[in-house]
T-cell receptor, first 114, second 115 residues
Framework: DAKTTQPPSMDCAEGRAANLPCNHS???????VYWYRQIHSQGPQYIIH???NNETNEMASLIITEDRKSSTLILPHATLRDTAVYYC???????????????FGGGTRVLVKP | EAGVAQSPRYKIIEKRQSVAFWCNPI?????LYWYQQILGQGPKLLIQ????????DSQLPKDRFSAERLKGVDSTLKIQPAKLEDSAVYLC?????????????FGQGTRLTVV
């Protein structure tokens, strides 16, 4: 079962920052926060992940609260191509073994408007 | 680097028929997953392989679904006989074996329609 709560949908304006919230109030100390997105008719695509420090890569920034019970994915300058379903997932760090799988919830459907 | 390859991209079958999907993971990736994604929902894990061994098939409907990964590389997922509720996109993913918090790479999926 998914351990995260996300809003079902949100709109954002092209060129503006998109802030996607995720609640994971039951996260354990050894669980990472992962973000994936799924563009229409494609498989999910990895975006970013973090444990407790804020992370940034070429795609996005991940802000994790100090108590780790929530996080925000930030797309700094949203484009039309960022329209997708965004999934926030928590999973235990370490080997990809049984019980360590990616469990997807319903995600947030993001629509970037011109 | 080549991505995860899946075939076919689309398949339409009648209920009670059988169908098979094929997946070629990224070279060197020891872990392979099959997910089922019903329209409007997030992907659901069906089975997870580590090399050619199954490590998690708890959500695989074993009365009709089967999967194998011979030689620890390619994998096939079979449904026999298919039901209407099996209509979904079947996604294959792979990830490196080592004990790091790496990501999984997904293929484009096979869209199955059962009529």
């Amino acid at each position: 079962d998914a351990k995260t709560t996300q809003p079902p949908s949100m709109d954002c304006a092209e060129g503006r920052a998109a802030n996607l919230p995720c609640n994971h109030s039951t996260i354990s100390g050894n669980e990472y926060v992962y973000w994936y997105r799924q563009i229409h008719s494609q498989g999910p695509q990895y975006i970013i992940h973090g444990l407790k420090n804020n992370e940034t890569n070429e795609m996005a920034s991940l802000i994790i609260t100090e108590d780790r019970k929530s996080s925000t994915l930030i797309l700094p300058h949203a484009t039309l191509r960022d329209t997708a379903v965004y999934y926030c997932i928590v999973r235990v760090a370490g080997q990809w073994a049984a019980g360590n799988k990616l469990t997807f919830g319903g995600g947030t459907r993001v629509l970037v408007k011109p | 680097e080549a991505g995860v390859a899946q075939s076919p991209r689309y398949k339409i079958i009648e209920k009670r028929q059988s169908v098979a999907f094929w997946c070629n993971p990224i070279s060197g990736h020891a872990t392979l997953y099959w997910y089922q994604q019903i329209l409007g929902q997030g992907p659901k894990l069906l089975i997870q392989f580590q090399n050619n061994g199954v490590v998690d098939d708890s959500q695989l409907p074993k009365d009709r679904f089967s999967a194998e990964r011979l030689k620890g590389v390619d994998s096939t997922l079979k449904i026999q006989p298919a039901k209407l509720e099996d209509s979904a996109v079947y996604l294959c993913a792979s990830s490196p074996r080592v004990g790091e918090d790496t990501e999984a790479f997904f293929g484009q999926g096979t869209r199955l329609t059962v009529v």
